[in-house]
C-alpha cells in the first residue's frame, strides 16, 4: 500500500488517497486513531460508477462513520474510474440496459454477465485491501462490510472471516448462484430495500434476505426510489455497527 496525499477533511478527519497496485483507494480515519488507539473499521462499498462520482457520498459516509469512532476505507472496482477498461463488463452492462429500455425483463444471462464475474475480481482484491489496512497501527479491527454491490458483500461475507456484520443495500442485481451463498452467510446482517426502487426486482431482494444463513438478521424497507433513502435508515445502520463493532 502507497499513500499519495493527504488532506484534512476537519479537525477530527484524515483522509489519506492510496494505491494498492494498480487498484486506487481512499483511507478515512478520526483524529483519535493511533497507535496506541486503534479503531474499528468499516469497508465502503459502492456500485461500479468510479470512486471520483462516488466521492461525494462515499465521504459523507466516512465522516458519519469516523464521528462514531471508525475508519472507513473504499477501493476502485474492477473497469470502472481510472482502471484498465473491461470489455467484457461494458457489453453486459449495454445489454442491461437495452432491456431496460425496451421495457423488457433483464434476463437470468444478463445477471450473471453483469454480476458474477465482477464478484470474481472485485472480492479477491477488497481482501488484499484488507490485508494491508489491517497492517496499518492505527487500525485494529474489527471490520464491518457497508453497501455497494449486494453480491460482492455476500461472497465476502461468505469467505472472509476477518467480517464480522455487513450493512447490505438491496439495490442491485442478484444472480440465481448468490442465494445458495448467501445460506453461507452466518454473520450479523443489516439489510435496506427501497421499496420503490426502479432499477431492483423486490422479490429478488426479499428471496435473497430469506435465504442468509444469519440467526441476526433484519431487513429495513423504506418506501422510496433507489435514491430516496431517508438519512433515519443512515442512522439505524449506524447504531448497528456501533453495536457489532465495538
Known sequence: MHFTSQLRLDDSVLER??????IPGILWTPASAAADAPVPLILLGHPPLGLHKMYPRLVARAQHAAADGFAAATIELPGSGDRPHWPAAEQA???MRRAVEAGEPVSDEIIDALVLPLVEKAVPEWQAALDALLKLPEIGGPVGYSGGV???GVRLARVDPRI???????GSFVPRAMYEEARHVTIPL??????????????AALNLFDAFGSKEKSLHANMGGHTGVPQYAA???AQFFTRHLK
Open 17 to 22: 488517497k492510496f494505491t494498492l497496485g494498480e
Open 190 to 203: 443489516h439489510v435496506l430495500l427501497q421499496w420503490d426502487d426502479e432499477g431492483n426486482d423486490r422479490q
Open 150 to 152: 449486494i453480491s460482492i
Open 235 to 237: 442512522d439505524s445502520a
Open 93 to 95: 452492462r449495454a445489454d
Open 164 to 170: 464480522v456484520a455487513a450493512g447490505l443495500f438491496a
